[in-house]
């Protein structure tokens, strides 16, 4: 089992950048993989990032590809997201969570997520 707290959320103009981190305890963090995900209010929560136990892989929403970068950092037992030239419309809660089930862009396959962390990007 793993627990996890986003923080590093905020307000920012667009075209700003914002890196959230997610620190998990326990010793099992490396075990898995860690994606990230954002939700707006009314909206279903979507995928944004994933990457694998040791960082050689990574996975990206289209619409944050090229502009956000998920790594991680087993030693420190933390995954961050670094979000450059955001926009209006990367306003939501994101949150990070833990992969248990087969699919990394299907929320439903996460069993430990973090609380959630705002970010607002203002235009």
């Known amino acids: 089992q793993v627990q996890l707290v986003e923080s590093g959320g905020g307000l920012v103009q667009a075209g700003g950048s914002l890196r959230l981190s997610c620190a998990a305890s326990?010793?099992?963090?490396?075990?898995?993989?860690m994606g990230w995900f954002r939700q707006v209010p009314g909206k279903e929560r979507e995928f944004v990032a994933g990457?694998?136990?040791?960082?050689?892989?990574?996975y990206y929403a289209d619409l944050v590809k090229g502009r956000f970068t998920i790594s991680r950092d087993n030693a420190k037992n933390t995954m961050y997201l670094q979000m450059n030239s955001l926009k209006p419309e990367d306003t939501a809660v994101y949150y990070c969570?833990?992969?248990?089930?087969?699919?990394?862009?299907?929320?439903?396959?996460?069993?430990?997520w973090g609380q959630g962390t705002q970010v607002t990007v203002s235009s």
């Open positions: 969570a833990a992969l248990t089930g087969t699919s990394i862009y299907t929320p439903s396959a996460y069993d430990y």
């Open positions: 990457i694998n136990w040791d960082g050689g892989s990574t």
């Open positions: 326990g010793r099992t963090f490396s075990r898995y993989f």
